[in-house]
């Protein structure tokens, strides 16, 4: 007889449990507001059996058990029988209103629920975004990432298991974060990685760093979809690329690189260092762009000089289908679907290219 398989219990999502957990935090509440309901209740219905009627009633208790004083405000509750029931409300009922106040304040100012709060507020805000990145792990390389995509207006949500980066995260302007494990699931969908753009992975080992790109690729399979990865060695690297990464970074061969650049090529000091601003995201003003000729391009079979007179910016080289770089460009070359055109402009021109903004009739 086979056996039945079991059902597999998915966990619920980061915000139900942070729903659950705020839910669970104005549940202390009830005890101190159930007793100062219950003292309101005695005093009220007392002082009304004594003779006095509800609104003077209700407030000779409030003035009682919050210790305000004023005196009686009705002759009847200046009768033998009314002070004797005064003395034993205000006995009970100013204990009852002080624990109650305190433990409410308390509620309030606790740092988890604000925490909590603050956390599904933005959980709203990041349900809004579409086409950001995610970083995986909070550093100083996640914060200059974070302050480099700012510039180009592309929002980067922060994922990181450790609750302590709040503080910073908010001194340091960080709109849009989640304190989870980043290898969960449901820390994932929180960071709307179903919308995303890409994610880093910039975790603290080689080993989280292979686990994030593993299931982020188990996520969004599509290619379209970037996954970049941190490794301190080139097997490392491999293994992250093979899993799926779109690339993997080796950070010493990184920085090694850049002044290497700056070394073997001193006399040419200015547009070394232009380049380099616009490769790593530096540079505001001006961009490149490889833009591929899909066939049915308004571009498809015009020459070099008719396309940069149809936008703002130049073709400084081609790559052809073969994959050839093409640099000596005749003006009259006419280009053809599936190449790709190396752009040099400003960026918010080619950002409008991109787009499909920016194709004009040369």
């Known amino acids: 007889m086979a056996k039945r398989r079991k059902k597999r219990r998915l966990k619920p999502s980061l915000r139900r449990r942070y729903e659950a957990e705020l839910v669970r935090l104005l549940g202390e509440l009830s005890l101190p507001l159930l007793l100062l309901h219950a003292a309101l209740t005695v005093g009220t219905l007392g002082y009304m059996a004594l003779g006095g009627d509800f609104l003077n009633s209700f407030y000779m208790t409030v003035i009682t058990i919050g210790t305000i004083g004023f005196g009686e405000v009705l002759p009847q509750f200046a009768t033998p029988q009314a002070r004797v029931f005064t003395s034993f409300l205000a006995l009970a009922g100013i204990g009852i209103f002080t624990t109650s106040v305190t433990m409410v304040v308390r509620v309030f100012l606790k740092e988890d629920l604000v925490s909590v709060w603050r956390q599904l507020r933005m959980f709203d805000a990041i349900a809004n975004l579409e086409g950001h990145y995610i970083v995986a792990g909070y550093n100083r390389t996640a914060l200059e990432l974070y302050r480099l995509l700012k510039r180009r207006g592309i929002p980067l949500v922060v994922l990181d298991g450790r609750r302590e980066l709040e503080g910073e995260l908010r001194a340091e302007g960080i709109p849009y974060y989640v304190l989870e494990d980043p290898i969960q699931r449901t820390a994932l969908e929180a960071a709307g990685i179903k919308r995303a753009r890409g994610l880093i992975a910039n975790l603290k080992d080689d080993a989280k760093n292979i686990s994030q790109v593993a299931v982020a690729r188990l996520l969004r399979p599509e ?139 040369p």
């Open 223 to 361: 290619e379209k979809f970037e996954v970049y990865a941190f490794a301190s060695n080139a097997d490392a690297a491999d293994r992250m690329e093979a899993l799926g990464a779109t690339r993997a970074f080796l950070p010493n061969r990184m920085l090694a690189g850049r002044l290497a650049a700056y070394i073997l090529h001193p006399e040419s000091a200015y547009v070394g260092q232009l380049l380099d601003r616009i490769a790593f995201g530096e540079e505001a003003e001006v961009d490149l762009l490889e833009f591929v000729l899909d066939e049915g391009h308004p571009w498809v079979g015009k020459t070099i000089e008719e396309i940069n007179r149809s936008f703002l910016g130049s073709v400084i080289a081609v790559r052809a289908k073969d994959g050839r770089l093409v640099i000596e460009l005749a003006f009259d070359r006419r280009v053809e679907p599936g190449e790709a055109l190396i752009l040099f402009g400003p960026t918010r021109s080619l950002k409008k290219l991109k787009e499909g903004r920016g194709v004009g009739q």
